[in-house]
């Protein structure tokens, strides 16, 4: 699984993930997590437009990054969601705390890319 991390001119971080977000994926993003969870801006987007395989290590990683994000008063967003990722966040209902954007409406694009 690959990431990337960018912000918008309002100060969002947008994390663009692609692969897949398994066991083996998450442990290769998770300190890029734990490192977004200690930067200071108010929302934080993720991509995942081009994951096509969630399983409950991912659902796990988005949970933790939520949680930490809230405990600070910060808020999270999912965008791109399509295929098996919707089906099981939908099954999960992760929509019910976490907004979510499906692929089809996701409209947020990163103004500039921090690398």
Known sequence: MNIKNSKTEN?????????????????KIREDLESVA??????????????????SSGIGAIVFLF??????????????VQGQPQELMTLLRIDSAI???????SSQQPER???
């Open 11 to 27: 100060g969002n971080i947008i994390l663009k993930l692609s692969g897949e977000m398994d066991a083996l994926g998450c442990s």
């Open 38 to 55: 200690e930067q200071q801006n108010q929302h934080t987007i993720l991509d995942i437009n081009q994951i096509n395989f969630i399983d």
């Open 67 to 80: 949680k930490r994000l809230k405990e600070q008063g910060r808020t999270l967003e999912i965008i791109g």
């Open 99 to 105: 907004p979510i954007s499906h692929a089809d409406n």
């Open 113 to 115: 890319h921090d690398g």
